[in-house]
């Protein structure tokens, strides 16, 4: 991956399937839905930005 939205995205997505809700009766494997990942990561990124954070690959 080498957009970091897609890098926060993917980290959203993955916290919320390894770790589910506890004592759900209605759980399922995707508790979060792909466009509420979205917008947490649009969410992440915007707070970032307005804080002067800059996020860049390492080299090599």
Do not use: C
Not at 21 to 50: C, G
């Amino acid at each position: 991956m080498s957009n970091p939205r897609d890098v926060i995205y993917a980290a959203i997505q993955s916290a919320f399937v390894k770790y589910p809700r506890e004592d759900d009766p209605s759980w399922s494997d995707h508790w979060i839905q792909p466009e509420e990942s979205a917008h947490l990561t649009k969410a992440v990124m915007l707070e970032l930005e307005a804080n002067g954070f800059e996020i860049v690959r390492k080299s090599g």
